[in-house]
């Protein structure tokens, strides 16, 4: 009988009673939308800064439950951020010529997202980096590279869009 009073009792609980599992959403619950202003862009590269807004504002419709609010008036939050450095290095080359056969671009930025309803600064210029390979021999050039690192940096700034475990 103990036996089943004690299986009862943690299927009721669940996992989350000992910091496991839970259904609680990932994100804030008193937003709905969010205001996201174009990146700046401190580095030298020209138009990252409309690939990483333009896929981290489809990232944030598709994987979020927030919307997209064009008017900052009418917003529960504010995401702004700025694209610091971009690096390009050298990742393999060919021996007989010397030519690289494999780039790496590197991008790192910071993002703040503010409650506007509360004042609360859920990210506070929180560092974001990401890289991503190419080849020329394959037919990838940087602008490839470009935008497959601004994707991957849109990926990484909607993970910390979501609440402390």
């Known amino acids: 009988m103990r036996i089943v009073t004690l299986t009862l009792l943690l299927m009721v609980t669940g996992c989350a009673f000992d910091g496991g599992y839970s259904q609680d959403t990932l994100y804030p619950e ?21 690939s990483l807004t333009d896929a981290l504002a489809k990232r944030i419709e598709s994987e ?36 690289a056969l494999e780039k790496e671009l590197i991008i790192e930025a ?25 080849s020329e021999f394959l037919n990838q050039g940087e602008g490839y ?6 994707n991957r940096l849109a990926q990484r700034i909607v993970e910390k869009m979501e609440k402390p475990w």
């Not at 506007?116 to 190419?134: M, R, W």
């Not at 590279?145 to 601004?150: F, K, P, R």
């Open 64 to 99: 979020t439950p927030y919307k997209l609010q064009s008017d900052e008036n009418q917003a529960d939050s504010l995401m702004t951020g700025q694209i610091l450095n971009i690096q390009e290095s050298i990742l393999t080359v060919e021996r007989e010529t010397g030519q």
């Open 30 to 50: 008193d937003i709905d939308t969010v205001c996201l202003h174009m990146f700046d862009n401190r580095s030298f590269r020209r138009d990252v800064e409309y």
């Open 145 to 150: 590279a470009s935008g497959l690192a601004a």
């Open 110 to 134: 910071v993002v703040s997202w503010k409650n506007l309803k509360t004042g609360e600064l859920l990210l506070d210029n929180e560092p974001v980096t990401t890289t991503a390979s190419y």
